[in-house]
Structures are given as C-alpha cells and as structure tokens.
T-cell receptor
C-alpha cells in the first residue's frame, strides 16, 4: 500500500545528543514536509522540500537539519542546539505544491528528551 | 505564523448531535482544507474547499467558506463516538508552497 512511514514511533534521547527521525514515502510525491506538534498547539513547520536536493526553512528551523538526497526520503535531525526538542514530529508529502492540494501524513514520531 | 484559528478549542456532545467548528483566517486564500487527527496519530485530510465554492459536502461532513468574512465552518452531522478527534483547518502560505495549521478543535462525542 502507498503511504508515508515514519520511524521510530517513540524515541528517547539524552540531552546533548543528536537524533535522526526517518520519513519514507512511496507515493511518488515531489514535496515533503516536517511539522512539530506540542500539546494544545497546532502544527508548526520545520522544513520542507519541493524537489530532490533542495529544501527550505520553515517557521521553526533552528536546531534542526534535513537532507533530500532521494525523492522517497526526507530525514530530520534534531540537533543538540534545539533547546526544547520534546515533541511529536509529523512528516507529510504532497504531489504538487503543499498550498494547493492535499497533504498525506505519516503516523508521527514522539521524541522525549530525558 | 498562525493563519487559521479554530473555535471552539473544545467541544463535547452526545452521539447523534451535530458538531460545528469554525475557522477564521487573515489573508486571502484560494483554498482551505480541513484535517482530522485521532489522539497520538497522524493527520488525515477530510475536505478541500476552493475560494469560488461556498459549500461542499462529503458524507456527513459539510464545509462552508465565506471569503468576505475570511471564515469557514465544518459541520459533522449525526455524530458518532468514532468522530472523537481533533479537527484542524489549514490554509496556504503566501507562496502556496506549504500549509499553515490552526491549533485545532478537540471534539468529544459521548455514547
């Protein structure tokens, strides 16, 4: 079945450690996105990529990094520079530009910093 | 940058009742979308309404869009316990490259 797979579902990290969240899609979508969700908050955009080897910062990119070496994959690294990384992270993809069509979401990765 | 704001923040109803959620936004858009999120899960797209549409239906869902008031509403008719979830409106950013989501309405439908 086509869809978006995020892994791991749960992740625990010690302060000062970098951690990478995986996002893979087999929908043949050009665009991919990373959002962060905190309790009682909406989704905030971290990074997005409209094409392979290109990506743009979203509203809260500080302390995060991404790569887009393959169309299917858009991993997110939460670095030690991110001051408050505990959150629910959601990856999404869209066939065209994200502002004109439907976004397809993965099931999310919950990161907890100990 | 928060574009859409949902109202109310939380809504509690009985099965069989209708649920109405509202979304207000600030700048001109060419479409508005509604998504649903079950607790601890990813978001699922419900419906997209374009700026030249006033109303759109999908099953028990009815969405309206009033571009003059910069507002939209989502009506779920004959609610079921399985409709318990958070509902988000989403609007395009100025370049139409991404979506901006509101904080959502938490809907609780009791049996």
């Amino acid at each position: 079945d086509g869809g978006i797979t995020q892994s791991p579902k749960y992740l625990f990290r010690k302060e000062g450690q970098n951690v990478t969240l995986s996002c893979e899609q087999n929908l043949n979508h050009d665009a991919m996105y990373w959002y962060r969700q905190d309790p009682g908050q909406g989704l905030r955009l971290i990074y997005y990529s409209q094409i392979v080897n290109d990506f743009q910062k979203g509203d809260i990119a500080e302390g995060y990094s991404v790569s887009r070496e393959k169309k299917e994959s858009f991993p997110l690294t939460v670095t030690s520079a991110q001051k408050n990384p505990t959150a629910f992270y959601l990856c999404a993809s869209s066939l065209g530009q994200g502002g004109v069509g439907e976004l397809f979401f993965g099931e999310g990765s919950r990161l907890t910093v100990l | 940058s928060q574009q859409g704001e949902e109202d109310p923040q939380a809504l509690s109803i009985q099965e069989g009742e209708n649920a109405t959620m509202n979304c207000s936004y600030k700048t001109s858009i060419n479409n508005l979308q509604w998504y649903r999120q079950n607790s601890g899960r990813g978001l699922v797209h419900l419906i997209l309404i374009r700026s030249n549409e006033r109303e759109k239906h999908s099953g028990r869902l009815r969405v309206t869009l009033d571009t003059s008031k910069k507002s939209s509403s989502l009506l779920i008719t004959a609610s079921r316990a399985a409709d318990t979830a958070s509902y988000f409106c989403a609007t395009p950013n100025s370049g139409y490259s991404t979506l901006t989501f509101g904080k959502g309405t938490m809907l609780l439908v009791s049996p």
